[in-house]
């Protein structure tokens, strides 16, 4: 006889049953031998994408970036959706996947209005360095507004360690964030390694002891000769050309380089960044850490950082054409065969994964896009900015109206706008209308512009994706294809700017390639969903789908 009672009972256990199973299912991605016990971050800086195909023939077979990019998943289209791209702003989205807006690293300086002074992505006098022979400015990541990757992974699984390493202090402490187990960076005076104390008090008696090793006196007794026969560097530009600015302190710019002289010239090991040794010496204090901080022993993921910084400096001193780029290029390719060989013997062939990309690109130089009658100005921002001011002595008064020109914005002085009764839209609409006139100049936007729209594409989107009302300028002015601003200040929203690397390789990737867009911000939200731990706090990019399986798709 049927029992309608016991039918339901028993329809209950069946779906009570197919929960348990379903849930048991479902956190089985959670179990550790599902995830890497060791996620490294590789940033190239500098390294726009372009370099990546440049520079592929070259590449040893299945070495470096052929292995990566053979075994891993390449992403074709990755850009930083942001219009003043530097290094600060690259590595604090990297690690808080959401862009300037949101994390407030506008760029590497910005004009603070309550001190009246530019102020350093990374400065805070609440901290010193620690293990350096000089005293320094005081670093920390105080000036992040944001959450980063390594900040929950440390909140959720306290056993887990964070580690970055670059030759660049502000790569290194944005790559780190704020709940760290430590950041290093290079000294110049030393060659030593450093940190801060925002992080610990004292060095760890192993960083002294490589320290002591004196590895930077050996690296800087070397000649930088080529590393393949002159002959061979045809995707360069012919060496000791007049597009290069070059080692300074010493007679000639071309290869072989004397590292000895540099350093008796210079007094310090400052110039072992500007080679592809620097490189090698950041890659041997990686193994180092990984060793001594016993990082992927365990079944609690740890996060690694490491940034290839050689090739920002190489870039400032000879440019992205140069046969010295080519040649650290084709020894970065060696040092990620030696890091991946390393990393695979000591976390395991399966147990690490590895992400390759780069904080922002670069131009050419000048004199480069001159000869090839490629579009290139030369702007020089203290003639736009004197007239600019004496054009608004004659439409307002004789005042200081603009308090500071900082990395192409700006700065008014809102307190004497307000005391004349002006209004700061007003005021700001007369400048940018004056400013896109002059030559160079490709357009000037005001920040009442960026607070009151909303743009979901386009300049101006990019623009309100850097723009953060308390650390921005009041006018932003952007460059013509291909100028170049004689103050040093780099970055912009063109693709040799914004167009970088991005593989994909280790644990749980397959081979493959992504050719739709990914944004700069999408990392970290990817490797959190690939090492099952919430998404940084304010992080607003979208996971790269298409790394994982059909299951973690739905």
């Known amino acids: ?109 910005w004009f603070n209005r309550l001190s009246n002074k530019t102020e350093f992505s990374i400065g805070d006098n609440h901290y010193e360095t620690v293990g350096a022979v000089e005293a320094e400015e005081g670093f920390a990541p105080s000036n992040l507004l944001a959450g980063t990757l390594g900040d929950e992974l440390k909140m959720l699984s306290p056993k887990s360690k964070v580690f970055s390493v670059a030759l660049n202090p ?33 060095l760890p008696e192993w960083v002294k002891d490589f320290n002591n090793k004196g590895l930077q006196d050996i690296y800087m007794k070397r000649q930088w000769e080529t590393l393949m026969p002159d002959t061979t560097y045809i995707s360069s530009l012919p060496d000791d050309n007049n597009t290069e600015e070059g080692f300074l302190l010493i007679y000639k710019n071309h290869f072989p380089y004397n590292l000895s002289l540099l350093k008796r010239k210079s007094k310090s090991y400052k110039y072992l960044k500007y080679t592809p040794f620097g490189n090698t010496y950041t890659k041997d204090f990686v193994h180092t850490l990984i060793r001594n901080e016993a990082l992927g022993n365990d079944n609690h993921t740890d996060l690694l950082t490491v940034s290839f910084s050689a090739s920002s400096y190489v870039n400032d001193l000879f440019g992205p054409r140069s046969m010295e780029m080519e040649d650290l290029y084709l020894r970065l390719d060696s040092q990620l065969e030696h890091l991946v060989n390393f990393l695979e013997k000591h976390a395991g062939k399966d147990e690490f994964l590895l992400v390759l990309t780069s904080d922002r690109g670069c131009t050419d130089t000048y004199e480069y896009r001159k000869s090839m009658k490629l579009p290139a100005r030369n702007f020089k921002p203290k003639q736009g900015l004197s007239l600019v001011k004496s054009y608004l002595d004659i439409v307002y008064e004789k005042e200081q109206w603009i308090k500071s020109y900082t990395k192409r914005q700006l700065y008014l002085d809102h307190g004497l706008i307000d005391q004349h009764g002006y209004s700061h839209s007003e005021v700001e609409e007369t400048i940018s209308n004056f400013m896109v006139k002059k030559s160079g100049i490709s357009y000037s936007v005001r920040a009442t512009t960026l607070r009151e729209g909303n743009f979901t594409e386009g300049l101006n989107h990019k623009l309100q994706q850097s723009f953060h009302p308390k650390r921005s300028g009041d006018v932003f002015l952007g460059l013509e294809a291909g100028s170049i601003e004689q103050s040093g200040s780099t970055g912009s929203s063109y693709n040799y700017h914004a167009h970088i690397p991005l593989i994909w390789y280790g644990k749980g990737i397959h081979s493959g390639k992504v050719q739709r867009q990914i944004r700069l911000r999408d990392i970290a939200p990817t490797i959190s969903m690939l090492i099952d731990i919430p998404l940084p706090e304010a992080s607003n990019g979208e996971p790269i789908w298409e790394l994982f399986d059909a299951e973690g798709k739905e």
């Open 170 to 202: 502000v790569s290194s402490i944005f790559g780190a964030g704020s709940t760290s187990d430590g950041a290093y960076w290079f000294e110049d005076k030393t060659g030593n390694w450093i940190t801060s104390s925002f992080y610990r008090e004292t």
């Open 1 to 109: 006889m049927f029992n309608f009672r016991s039918f339901i009972l028993f329809k209950l256990i069946i779906a009570l049953l197919f929960c348990l199973v379903y849930t048991g299912k479902a956190f089985s991605l959670n179990t550790d031998e599902n995830r890497p016990k060791l996620v490294v971050r590789v940033v190239v800086e500098q390294m726009r994408y372009e370099m990546l195909l440049r520079y592929w023939e070259r590449f040893e077979e299945d070495a470096g970036f052929k292995k990566l990019v053979g075994n891993g998943v390449l992403c074709k289209n990755t850009k930083l959706n942001y219009a003043l791209t530097e290094r600060a702003p690259g590595f604090a989205t990297l690690t808080t996947g959401s862009n300037p807006s949101v994390h407030g690293i506008v760029s590497d300086y």
